[in-house]
C-alpha cells in the first residue's frame, strides 16, 4: 500500500510522510445523493461545531438524480413529499423530471452550506471500529487516482485513511456501478449482431440514436414505465416486454390544489400545506389499499380501462397477480403510457422469454418481437452501505446477522447511522425524519459526555423478519443479504410516517435497548441473559468483575451480598457510601435492576391501569415476586456464587424474602428492608402516598425528576430531612435513572411491579419457611410501608431480629448510611461465622 494522505485545510490532499496526523472528524457521510446532502444539511444547521465531510465516488453530487440519463428519467413521488421538510418544492411539477430534481438538491447544498464540505472521487471501502478508542479507522479510496508504482496490468487505486467519531451512511440500497440484468437466453447473440443495441437504462448512452428503430423494453417496474412513454415519440415502434404485469397508475404531473394553496397562503405556508396534503394523501391510499384490496383492485382496473382503448386486453395485461401496494405502485404522469399505447406507437405484451436471436425475441408462447433495440429494464442489485466493509473490534459485520434498530442503526455496531426512506409513499419523508432523529442523538451524547451509542437488544431470541417486508423482486432477490428486523419496536423498520413521526421526530433518543458509554467514564454495568428469562444489568463491586478485588481465590473468600432494589428503583437506589462501605468491610457487593427496570429487560405485556392497580387486580398475563425471585437466583447463577447474604428494601425485601423462603439453599442471611409481608392488614401506606402515586408515568425527564424529588421529601421521614446537598444529589440520581432506564419508557416497569405484589398475595404462611438469619429494618415514620409491615415480617420468620430506627422513613439519606452498614456488616458476619462455609464458593461448573 502507498504511503496515506493527509488532508489540507481547502478540503484537498496531498501526499505526505507516513508521521504526518491522520484527520479526524466527528462525523463521515458516506454519499452526496438526497440522503447524504440531507444529513449533512442537518448537521450543519443544528450542530454547527460538528466537523464532517460528504464523501462522494462519484465527480458529482445528486446521486441518482445525475446518476440515471435515461430518457424521461423522473421521480415517481410527488416532490412536495420527496422533498426536503426545510427546503419547499416550488416548482410547478409535481411529478418532476431528474434535471429539475437534481437542480433542486445542488440547491439545497449550496444554501446548507455543503459545497465545500463534498470530498469527490473518495469511495469509502472499508470502516473499522475501536472500542477502546470510541473511533471508526475509515479507509477510503481515490476513483480518480492510482498508485505510483501501478502498472497496467495492476492498477491500484490510492488509497488513504482518516478517523471518524460517527459514521452516517446516506446510500441508499442500490448498486451505482451496475444494474441488474437476469440471465436472458440469446441476448449476447443478439447484441453480437451488426446494427443491434442492448442497453440498460442505469447506463444509457446519451448519443443513443432510436429513429425509426424497433425498441423492447424487458420489464414492467417504474424504469420501463418512465422509459416507453418517453421514446414512443422517436421509435418507430416500442414494445414493453413483461412477464408479470404491474399497477400503473395515471396521475397529474401538477398539483392544482396545491399551486392554489400557495397563491393563496405564500410560498412557504402554502408549500407546508401541500406537504401536509400529500402525506395524509399517501397514507389514506396505502392504508386503503391494505385494508381494501379487493376493491382497490376493482377501482383501479375500471380508471385503467378508461386509459385504454375500447376492446383492450386489461385482464392480461394490467392485472397483477398481487394486490395494489403488496409492491410499489408505478405513476404515470398524466397517463403518458396510456397515450402511447392509444397513439400506437406502443404496445404491452406479456409472456415469459424463450430465447432472443439476431433480430428479436422468441417467446414461450411461440409470439415473436422484432427488434433493433432491446432495453433492459430489469431493476437495481440491491448494496447495502455503497459495498463498504464494516468490521467491529476485529469482526467484520455481517448484515444479515444484525437488527436494525429504529430502521436507522444495527445490532451491536456502534456510532454507525443509515437512512433508508420508505417503499410504500416518498423516500424523503423518513430519511428526514431519520437525520432528525440522528443529530438529537448527537446533541444529546456531547451534553452528556457519552462518545458510544450501541445498540443492544434485551431478547436476542426475539422472532425476527426481513428488514424490507417488500414483495419488490429486487428486494426479494438480496434478502439474504440485508438487515433484519425484530417483532417489537424500537426493533421493528416503521413504513408509516405518523409512527415514525412519534418515534423519530419526538420520541426520546434515550432507550434502554441503546447503550450510551463513554471511555473516559466507563460504566460499571454488566448484563446476563438469563437462560429463562430477562437480560439482567447489575454491578459486582469488591470482586474480579468490579473493583477492589484481587483474583479468583480472593473472590473465592469474599462473602457475596447481592443488594435487590424496591419499587421503580433501579441499582443506583443503593447509595455508593454504602456499597463502599461494605466493600470495606471485605464483602463483595453485588446489586442489579430488577426485569423492568433501569438497563435490564423490559417485560412484553402490557402495563396494568391505575384501577388495576389500586384494587390490586393483576393482569392474567401478569410475573410475581416469584418470577423475580428467580432473575436474582439466576444472577447468583451466572456470577458461580453458591449462597450470598440478600439485603432487599421495600419490594426488593419481598423478592429477597422469596427467595430465602424458596431457595433456602442459597441464603445465607436475609435483611429485610422496610418491607412487608403482603398480608392486606399491615404495611398499607397512607392515603397522601396514595395521592402521590396517582399520576401517569411523566412523559419528560424535567417532570421525572421534579415528582422523584418531591415523593423523597416526603419519604424520608422527621428523623433525616433531606439537606440541599441531599437533595441536589436525588436529582442528579433521578436523571441517571431516567438515562440508564431509556427515558419515558423507565416509568412503566413499576406499575408492572406493582401488580407483581398484588399477584403474590399473602406471603405469610411462605414466611415462615425461611431459615436464614434474618435482620429486619424499618422506621417508625414510614409513609410508604407502615411500622406494621416489618413487625408482620419479624413476626413471621422464626428467630429474626427486628430493628426500628426512631424518625427514619422509607428512604436510605446520608445520614442513616453509616448505621446500616453497620448493622447489615454486622449481621453479615455473625451468620457467616455460624455458617462456618464461605458464602461465595462457586457452583459447580458456572461461568464467571
Given at each position: 500500500?502507498?504511503?496515506?494522505?493527509?488532508?489540507?485545510?481547502?478540503?484537498?490532499?496531498?501526499?505526505?510522510?507516513?508521521?504526518?496526523?491522520?484527520?479526524?472528524?466527528?462525523?463521515?457521510?458516506?454519499?452526496?445523493?438526497?440522503?447524504?446532502?440531507?444529513?449533512?444539511?442537518?448537521?450543519?444547521?443544528?450542530?454547527?461545531?460538528?466537523?464532517?465531510?460528504?464523501?462522494?465516488?462519484?465527480?458529482?453530487?445528486?446521486?441518482?438524480?445525475?446518476?440515471?440519463?435515461?430518457?424521461?428519467?423522473?421521480?415517481?413521488?410527488?416532490?412536495?413529499?420527496?422533498?426536503?421538510?426545510?427546503?419547499?418544492?416550488?416548482?410547478?411539477?409535481?411529478?418532476?423530471?431528474?434535471?429539475?430534481?437534481?437542480?433542486?438538491?445542488?440547491?439545497?447544498?449550496?444554501?446548507?452550506?455543503?459545497?465545500?464540505?463534498?470530498?469527490?472521487?473518495?469511495?469509502?471501502?472499508?470502516?473499522?471500529?475501536?472500542?477502546?478508542?470510541?473511533?471508526?479507522?475509515?479507509?477510503?479510496?481515490r476513483t480518480d487516482q492510482t498508485s505510483d508504482d501501478a502498472t497496467d496490468d495492476d492498477e491500484r487505486p490510492v488509497r488513504f485513511q482518516l478517523t471518524a467519531g460517527?459514521?452516517?451512511?446516506?446510500?441508499?440500497?442500490?448498486?451505482?456501478?451496475?444494474?441488474?440484468?437476469?440471465?436472458?437466453?440469446?441476448?449476447?447473440?443478439?447484441?453480437?449482431?451488426?446494427?443491434?443495441?442492448?442497453?440498460?437504462?442505469?447506463?444509457?448512452?446519451?448519443?443513443?440514436?432510436?429513429?425509426?428503430?424497433?425498441?423492447?423494453?424487458?420489464?414492467?417496474?417504474?424504469?420501463?414505465?418512465?422509459?416507453?412513454?418517453?421514446?414512443?415519440?422517436?421509435?418507430?415502434?416500442?414494445?414493453?416486454?413483461?412477464?408479470?404485469?404491474?399497477?400503473?397508475?395515471?396521475?397529474?404531473?401538477?398539483?392544482?390544489?396545491?399551486?392554489?394553496?400557495?397563491?393563496?397562503?405564500?410560498?412557504?405556508?402554502?408549500?407546508?400545506?401541500?406537504?401536509?396534503?400529500?402525506?395524509?394523501?399517501?397514507?389514506?391510499?396505502?392504508?386503503?389499499?391494505?385494508?381494501?384490496?379487493?376493491?382497490?383492485?376493482?377501482?383501479?382496473?375500471?380508471?385503467?380501462?378508461?386509459?385504454?382503448?375500447?376492446?383492450?386486453?386489461?385482464?392480461?395485461?394490467?392485472?397483477?397477480?398481487?394486490?395494489?401496494?403488496?409492491?410499489?405502485?408505478?405513476?404515470?404522469?398524466?397517463?403518458?403510457?396510456?397515450?402511447?399505447?392509444?397513439?400506437?406507437?406502443?404496445?404491452?405484451?406479456?409472456?415469459?422469454?424463450?430465447?432472443?436471436?439476431?433480430?428479436?425475441?422468441?417467446?414461450?408462447?411461440?409470439?415473436?418481437?422484432?427488434?433493433?433495440?432491446?432495453?433492459?429494464?430489469?431493476?437495481?442489485?440491491?448494496?447495502?452501505?455503497?459495498?463498504?466493509?464494516?468490521?467491529?473490534?476485529?469482526?467484520?459485520?455481517?448484515?444479515?446477522?444484525?437488527?436494525?434498530?429504529?430502521?436507522?442503526?444495527?445490532?451491536?455496531?456502534?456510532?454507525?447511522?443509515?437512512?433508508?426512506?420508505?417503499?410504500?409513499?416518498?423516500?424523503?419523508?423518513?430519511?428526514?425524519?431519520?437525520?432528525?432523529?440522528?443529530?438529537?442523538?448527537?446533541?444529546?451524547?456531547?451534553?452528556?459526555?457519552?462518545?458510544?451509542?450501541?445498540?443492544?437488544?434485551?431478547?436476542?431470541?426475539?422472532?425476527?423478519?426481513?428488514?424490507?417486508?417488500?414483495?419488490?423482486?429486487?428486494?426479494?432477490?438480496?434478502?439474504?443479504?440485508?438487515?433484519?428486523?425484530?417483532?417489537?419496536?424500537?426493533?421493528?423498520?416503521?413504513?408509516?410516517?405518523?409512527?415514525?413521526?412519534?418515534?423519530?421526530?419526538?420520541?426520546?433518543?434515550?432507550?434502554?435497548?441503546?447503550?450510551?458509554?463513554?471511555?473516559?467514564?466507563?460504566?460499571?454495568?454488566?448484563?446476563?441473559?438469563?437462560?429463562?428469562?430477562?437480560?439482567?444489568?447489575?454491578?459486582?463491586?469488591?470482586?474480579?468483575?468490579?473493583?477492589?478485588?484481587?483474583?479468583?481465590?480472593?473472590?473465592?473468600?469474599?462473602?457475596?451480598?447481592?443488594?435487590?432494589?424496591?419499587?421503580?428503583?433501579?441499582?443506583?437506589?443503593?447509595?455508593?457510601?454504602?456499597?463502599?462501605?461494605?466493600?470495606?468491610?471485605?464483602?463483595?457487593?453485588?446489586?442489579?435492576?430488577?426485569?423492568?427496570?433501569?438497563?435490564?429487560?423490559?417485560?412484553?405485556?402490557?402495563?396494568?391501569?391505575?384501577?388495576?392497580?389500586?384494587?390490586?387486580?393483576?393482569?392474567?398475563?401478569?410475573?410475581?415476586?416469584?418470577?423475580?425471585?428467580?432473575?436474582?437466583?439466576?444472577?447468583?447463577?451466572?456470577?458461580?456464587?453458591?449462597?450470598?447474604?440478600?439485603?432487599?428494601?421495600?419490594?426488593?425485601?419481598?423478592v429477597a424474602q422469596t427467595v430465602a423462603a424458596r431457595r433456602p439453599d442459597r441464603v445465607a442471611s436475609l435483611t429485610s428492608l422496610y418491607s412487608t409481608t403482603g398480608?392486606?392488614?399491615?404495611?398499607?401506606?397512607?392515603?397522601?402516598?396514595?395521592?402521590?402515586?396517582?399520576?401517569?408515568?411523566?412523559?419528560?425527564?424535567?417532570?421525572?425528576?421534579?415528582?422523584?424529588?418531591?415523593?423523597?421529601?416526603?419519604?424520608?421521614?422527621?428523623?433525616?430531612?433531606?439537606?440541599?446537598?441531599?437533595?441536589?444529589?436525588?436529582?442528579?440520581?433521578?436523571?441517571?435513572?431516567?438515562?440508564?432506564?431509556?427515558g419515558p419508557v423507565s416509568r412503566i416497569g413499576p406499575a408492572r411491579q406493582i401488580q407483581a405484589i398484588a399477584a403474590s398475595g399473602d406471603r405469610t404462611a411462605e414466611?415462615?419457611?425461611?431459615?436464614?438469619?434474618?435482620?429486619?429494618?424499618?422506621?417508625?415514620?414510614?409513609?410508604?410501608?407502615?411500622?406494621?409491615?416489618?413487625?408482620?415480617?419479624?413476626?413471621?420468620?422464626?428467630?429474626?431480629?427486628?430493628?426500628?430506627?426512631?424518625?427514619?422513613?422509607?428512604?436510605?439519606?446520608?445520614?442513616?448510611?453509616?448505621?446500616?452498614?453497620?448493622?447489615?456488616?454486622?449481621?453479615?458476619?455473625?451468620?457467616?461465622?455460624?455458617?462456618?462455609?464461605?458464602?461465595?464458593?462457586?457452583?459447580?461448573?458456572?461461568?464467571?
Amino acid at each position: 500500500m502507498t504511503a496515506p494522505l493527509a488532508v489540507a485545510s481547502d478540503g484537498q490532499h496531498s501526499q505526505h510522510s507516513q508521521h504526518s496526523p491522520v484527520e479526524h472528524l466527528d462525523v463521515v457521510v458516506i454519499g452526496a445523493g438526497i440522503s447524504g446532502i440531507g444529513a449533512g444539511r442537518y448537521l450543519a444547521a443544528e450542530l454547527p461545531g460538528t466537523s464532517f465531510a460528504i464523501f462522494e465516488a462519484r465527480g458529482a453530487s445528486g446521486g441518482t438524480w445525475d446518476l440515471f440519463r435515461y430518457p424521461g428519467v423522473r421521480s415517481d413521488s410527488d416532490l412536495s413529499t420527496f422533498g426536503y421538510e426545510f427546503k419547499p418544492w416550488l416548482d410547478e411539477q409535481a411529478i418532476a423530471d431528474a434535471p429539475r430534481i437534481l437542480r433542486y438538491v445542488r440547491e439545497a447544498a449550496t444554501e446548507g452550506g455543503l459545497d465545500d464540505r463534498i470530498r469527490y472521487h473518495q469511495r469509502v471501502v472499508d470502516l473499522a471500529w475501536s472500542s477502546r478508542s470510541a473511533r471508526w479507522t475509515v479507509t477510503v479510496e481515490r476513483t480518480d487516482q492510482t498508485s505510483d508504482d501501478a502498472t497496467d496490468d495492476d492498477e491500484r487505486p490510492v488509497r488513504f485513511q482518516l478517523t471518524a467519531g460517527w459514521v452516517f451512511a446516506g446510500t441508499g440500497y442500490y448498486r451505482y456501478d451496475a444494474g441488474y440484468t437476469p440471465e436472458l437466453p440469446g441476448l449476447d447473440r443478439f447484441a453480437a449482431t451488426p446494427g443491434n443495441t442492448v442497453v440498460h437504462p442505469q447506463h444509457w448512452p446519451q448519443d443513443l440514436d432510436l429513429t425509426g428503430k424497433r425498441v423492447v423494453v424487458v420489464g414492467s417496474g417504474a424504469t420501463a414505465v418512465t422509459v416507453v412513454p418517453a421514446i414512443a415519440g422517436q421509435a418507430a415502434h416500442v414494445t414493453m416486454l413483461q412477464r408479470t404485469p404491474t399497477y400503473v397508475m395515471p396521475v397529474s404531473r401538477g398539483d392544482a390544489l396545491g399551486a392554489r394553496l400557495r397563491r393563496w397562503f405564500g410560498d412557504e405556508r402554502g408549500a407546508a400545506l401541500t406537504r401536509r396534503k400529500n402525506i395524509a394523501k399517501q397514507r389514506a391510499v396505502w392504508r386503503f389499499c391494505q385494508q381494501h384490496p379487493r376493491l382497490a383492485r376493482a377501482i383501479y382496473r375500471r380508471v385503467v380501462t378508461k386509459q385504454l382503448p375500447e376492446g383492450y386486453d386489461v385482464d392480461t395485461h394490467f392485472n397483477p397477480p398481487y394486490d395494489p401496494w403488496d409492491q410499489r405502485l408505478c405513476a404515470s404522469p398524466d397517463g403518458d403510457l396510456f397515450a402511447a399505447i392509444r397513439s400506437g406507437r406502443a404496445s404491452v405484451v406479456t409472456g415469459a422469454i424463450a430465447s432472443f436471436d439476431a433480430t428479436g425475441v422468441r417467446l414461450v408462447s411461440g409470439q415473436r418481437l422484432e427488434a433493433d433495440v432491446v432495453v433492459t429494464a430489469t431493476g437495481l442489485a440491491v448494496q447495502v452501505f455503497g459495498g463498504t466493509r464494516v468490521e467491529v473490534d476485529g469482526e467484520e459485520v455481517r448484515l444479515s446477522e444484525r437488527l436494525a434498530y429504529k430502521g436507522m442503526m444495527l445490532s451491536g455496531v456502534p456510532n454507525l447511522a443509515f437512512a433508508i426512506g420508505y417503499t410504500n409513499s416518498s423516500w424523503t419523508l423518513k430519511v428526514g425524519l431519520l437525520c432528525e432523529h440522528f443529530v438529537r442523538l448527537l446533541r444529546h451524547m456531547a451534553e452528556h459526555g457519552y462518545d458510544t451509542a450501541r445498540p443492544v437488544p434485551s431478547d436476542p431470541d426475539m422472532p425476527t423478519r426481513p428488514y424490507l417486508d417488500f414483495a419488490a423482486g429486487y428486494i426479494q432477490r438480496a434478502v439474504g443479504e440485508l438487515p433484519r428486523q425484530g417483532s417489537r419496536p424500537p426493533w421493528t423498520t416503521s413504513m408509516d410516517y405518523h409512527s415514525d413521526l412519534a418515534l423519530l421526530r419526538t420520541g426520546d433518543v434515550v432507550d434502554p435497548e441503546l447503550q450510551l458509554t463513554s471511555v473516559a467514564r466507563p460504566s460499571q454495568d454488566l448484563f446476563v441473559q438469563l437462560p429463562a428469562g430477562p437480560r439482567l444489568c447489575f454491578r459486582d463491586t469488591g470482586g474480579t468483575g468490579g473493583t477492589g478485588g484481587t483474583g479468583e481465590d480472593d473472590d473465592e473468600r469474599r462473602e457475596v451480598v447481592l443488594l435487590v432494589a424496591g419499587l421503580g428503583q433501579d441499582l443506583t437506589a443503593w447509595p455508593d457510601a454504602l456499597v463502599d462501605a461494605l466493600v470495606a468491610r471485605g464483602l463483595r457487593v453485588v446489586r442489579f435492576d430488577n426485569r423492568d427496570i433501569g438497563r435490564s429487560s423490559r417485560i412484553d405485556a402490557p402495563a396494568p391501569g391505575l384501577v388495576r392497580q389500586l384494587l390490586r387486580r393483576p393482569r392474567p398475563d401478569a410475573y410475581d415476586l416469584a418470577d423475580m425471585a428467580a432473575d436474582a437466583v439466576g444472577l447468583l447463577d451466572h456470577l458461580g456464587v453458591q449462597r450470598a447474604h440478600l439485603v432487599g428494601q421495600s419490594l426488593g425485601g419481598m423478592v429477597a424474602q422469596t427467595v430465602a423462603a424458596r431457595r433456602p439453599d442459597r441464603v445465607a442471611s436475609l435483611t429485610s428492608l422496610y418491607s412487608t409481608t403482603g398480608a392486606a392488614g399491615v404495611g398499607a401506606p397512607t392515603r397522601s402516598t396514595l395521592w402521590r402515586l396517582r399520576h401517569a408515568p411523566a412523559a419528560t425527564v424535567e417532570v421525572a425528576v421534579q415528582r422523584h424529588v418531591a415523593m423523597m421529601r416526603h419519604l424520608a421521614g422527621l428523623g433525616f430531612p433531606l439537606d440541599d446537598d441531599a437533595l441536589a444529589a436525588e436529582e442528579a440520581r433521578a436523571r441517571g435513572s431516567w438515562e440508564r432506564g431509556g427515558g419515558p419508557v423507565s416509568r412503566i416497569g413499576p406499575a408492572r411491579q406493582i401488580q407483581a405484589i398484588a399477584a403474590s398475595g399473602d406471603r405469610t404462611a411462605e414466611l415462615a419457611r425461611v431459615t436464614a438469619p434474618t435482620l429486619v429494618i424499618n422506621g417508625d415514620r414510614d409513609v410508604m410501608v407502615d411500622p406494621s409491615g416489618g413487625a408482620a415480617t419479624a413476626a413471621a420468620i422464626t428467630g429474626a431480629r427486628h430493628v426500628v430506627i426512631p424518625g427514619m422513613g422509607h428512604h436510605l439519606p446520608p445520614g442513616l448510611v453509616d448505621r446500616l452498614a453497620d448493622l447489615v456488616g454486622d449481621h453479615v458476619a455473625a451468620a457467616s461465622g455460624a455458617s462456618g462455609a464461605s458464602a461465595a464458593s462457586p457452583l459447580e461448573g458456572a461461568q464467571q
